[in-house]
């Protein structure tokens, strides 16, 4: 594939609601423009775009795939992203990079959830987008009642610019609105327009005339004084209105038959924007922080982002990355504005699926990869050592749900290790933590089914097989009420004895202070080179509490007297008087359990309100506040961790996944007695 201007590409993502379509379109795409030789179909995971052993166990899209092809004398590097919402994060990476966006609507199911998903991230990208109704040889399909859905969820703005000609089993091909010519096939051969459909070919060119002239006053006084406006014009003003997101061009045809594909890639290339339509590129000057502009062009200065890091055993780490300004050439170096770090360029690719192809150089507006850098990840911006650009990062979502994971082998455990964080770094929606206090691995994602396929990759990527489960809840004890204890540890035997003798006093905290030591011991009673070994003794002791072994919090410990044997006295006695000390203090202070208290940020559509505040009711939540906005409305809660530690599946399941939250940690809270009692003889049976 040749090297291609700035104003000959164009870089677009395919988005939609999971089943309807996007990778068999892709796969027509890439045939009729002679980049794959034969069709492959998703049943069967012979598709370009879902090569990964888990997207063809699974039927579905996991990993975002760039699909360049070259139609005519355009460049058009196409990304298809997952629809199932789990894989958010690849939908992401792809809209950080492309200019505009084709959203594919099944005309069976018209507009689901999925699919306002994604319109609401193409919104918010600010981006030009067309509609592409797929499936219309489908049982039910109805183009027209799609097209009332689409505009009556996404917007009035989108108005069609072809009709289908026949529907279900008798879809045979399209009219074009403008030049009111059908075309049929997989060659898109002209055909006859059907006289009983001209009346709403008439009827939908002139709402389309209508909308696109508003762009050109000129034309718009033309044909308010009924001039005729020929078609040249007419696409022309399509053009200018699609770019700047006046009018939202909506396509119809069928991808498993190929039927109506070629005029959907004909629209790509004259109503989508190339990267010089989009203009100068805002960067950051790293050195003054100050904002600055570079043009897509092949002489600026190199600045290029990496937006999709992927890993294999055998060929190492692979980054794909688009060049916004300037050139990148293999065998070269650049310079890594994150990590403030050369990275050493060696072949360049252009990816398809899982097929590379080397390339010389990667010029301004295009997307290439390369393999074996050895510091850059995902969202790191690469330019030149002399001239330090930093694009702005890629907004990813935080992880929503967390599993505990566990090897299945010791073996496995020596692995997981090293494997562990290269999966995160393929996924930046993916996270490992430790709890420190429960010492558990904690594998955090947006979804179920997205750390169940983490869990797969481990395995055949990496060969480590683990097991997820239910992650424990840190629960923590304190006491209620101060308290003094004594305890004497003597033990006498032939030779040297033990004795320590210690006097402590325990005291609540507020919430959140931690746990301190002191000690006000007078007149040596405990010596003070044994005061250390009380100390110890006393922390020690408190990561296991009285009521359930959990640590204890919140407490405040005073040594004040004791007393030695100037024989026996040794640091161990002390250090194990002091822990028996505690323990019988807490046990006399009324001691408590304290859970973890979540904030929680819930955006729900309105007519979800009611069901979601029933439901943290029924979980011992506190509602905040409330404030509604643009038919959302975003609830301010408290609710303990071990009420919500599924609330990602139980949220989606409430609101057909149109909900979102997000959960940090708030503080910590006295568990209620009768819960309290349940948690301490659940911990007694383990």
């Known amino acids: 594939m040749h090297h291609f201007k700035s104003d000959k ?48 166990k699974r039927y579905i899209s996991i990993n975002l795939s760039l699909l360049p092809y070259q139609w005519k004398d355009t460049k058009i590097n196409l990304i298809d992203t997952p629809g199932y919402p789990d894989f958010v994060g690849e939908v992401k990476a792809g809209l950080s990079v492309t200019e505009s966006a084709v959203v ?27 509609i592409f109704v797929n499936k219309m040889d489908r049982e039910n399909a109805n183009f027209l009642t799609v097209l009332k859905d689409i505009q009556a969820k996404l917007g009035s703005k989108c108005l069609p610019i072809q009709l289908p000609i026949g529907s279900q089993k008798d879809f045979k091909g399209i009219v074009d609105l403008v030049s ?86 004909e629209a790509i290339c004259s109503y989508l924007p190339s990267p010089q339509d989009k203009g100068p590129v805002k960067v950051i000057n790293p050195a003054t922080g100050i904002e600055e502009t570079v043009e897509p062009v092949p002489e600026s200065p190199l600045c290029a982002l990496v937006f999709k890091t992927s890993t294999d055993p055998r060929a190492g780490r692979l980054s794909c990355f688009r060049v916004y300004s300037g050139t990148i050439s293999s065998n070269s170096q650049v310079w890594n504005t994150n990590k403030n770090a050369a990275e050493r360029i060696g072949q360049l690719f252009v990816l398809r699926g899982k097929t590379q192809e080397p390339a010389s150089e990667m010029a301004a507006g295009d997307i290439g990869a390369v393999a074996k ?52 770094e393929e996924d930046p929606t993916l996270r490992i933590e430790r709890d420190p206090d429960l010492g558990e691995m904690l594998l955090k994602g947006m979804g179920g089914t997205h750390l169940d396929v983490a869990a797969d990759r481990l395995v055949h990527k990496f060969g480590v097989e683990v097991i997820l489960g239910t992650p424990k809840v840190p629960y923590k004890e304190t006491i209620a009420v101060p308290v003094e204890a004594e305890y004497k540890h003597k033990k006498q035997t032939g030779g040297h004895g033990q004795y320590g003798h210690v006097f402590l006093e325990l005291e609540p905290l507020p919430r959140g202070s931690g746990f301190e030591f002191d000690e006000r011991v007078v007149g040596g009673a405990v010596p003070r080179n044994y005061i250390p070994a009380v100390e110890k003794g006393v922390n020690e002791a408190r990561l296991e509490g009285v009521l359930a072994g959990y640590p204890v919090v919140d407490v405040k410990v005073t040594l004040y007297d004791g007393s ?29 359990l304290l859970e973890p208290i979540m904030n929680l940020t819930i955006a729900v ?82």
């Not at 990778?23 to 069967?44: M, Q």
């Not at 306002?116 to 067309?130: D, F, H, M």
């Not at 030695?564 to 408590?592: C, N, R, T, W, Y």
């Open 104 to 130: 594919v609507v099944c005309a069976a199911s018209g507009v689901e959830v999925g699919t306002e998903q994604v319109w609401e991230y193409a919104s918010e990208a600010k981006i030009p987008c067309l």
């Open 180 to 265: 009111k010519k059908g075309y049929g096939g997989t060659t898109n051969k002209e055909i006859e327009v059907p006289s009983a459909l001209m009346g709403d070919v008439d009827s939908y060119r002139e709402k389309l005339v209508e909308a696109v002239v508003e762009v050109d006053d000129g034309l718009l006084s033309r044909y308010l004084e009924g001039e005729t406006i020929n078609d040249d014009e007419i696409y022309h003003c399509l053009r200018q209105a699609t770019l700047i997101g006046k009018v939202v061009p909506v396509l119809v045809g069928c991808a498993i038959t190929n039927t109506a594909i070629t005029p959907l890639m």
């Open 9 to 56: 590409i164009r870089n677009v993502v395919l988005l939609s609601h999971s089943g309807a379509g996007k990778t068999s379109l892709a796969e027509a795409i890439l045939f009729n423009s002679g980049a794959i030789t034969r069709l492959g179909k998703t049943a069967d995971g012979t598709t370009t775009s879902d090569h990964d052993a888990d997207e063809i």
């Open 564 to 592: 030695s044997h100037p024989v026996d006295s040794s640091e161990m006695a002390f250090k194990i008087a002091a822990a028996q000390a505690l323990k019988k203090g807490l046990s006399q202070g009324q001691p408590v």
């Open 605 to 686: 559509p309105d007519n979800y309100t009611g069901d979601i505040i029933g439901d943290l009711n029924s979980k011992r939540a506190r509602v905040m506040g409330m404030s509604p906005a643009h038919g959302m409305n975003t609830i301010e809660a408290q609710a303990p961790s071990a009420e919500i530690l599924n609330y990602a599946t139980d949220l989606r399941s409430m609101t057909q996944g149109r909900g979102t939250f997000v959960v940090k940690f708030s503080h910590y809270e006295e568990v209620p007695q009768p819960i309290m009692q349940k948690i301490i003889a659940q911990k007694s049976q383990q």
């Open 373 to 424: 850098l050895t510091s850059t990840s995902t969202g790191d911006t690469l330019s030149l050592r002399e001239r330090q650009f930093k694009l702005a990062p890629i907004g990813f979502p935080e992880p929503v749900l967390s599993r505990a994971i566990y090897p299945k082998s010791r073996a496995d455990l020596d692995k997981m290790s090293t494997a562990l964080p290269k999966i995160c």
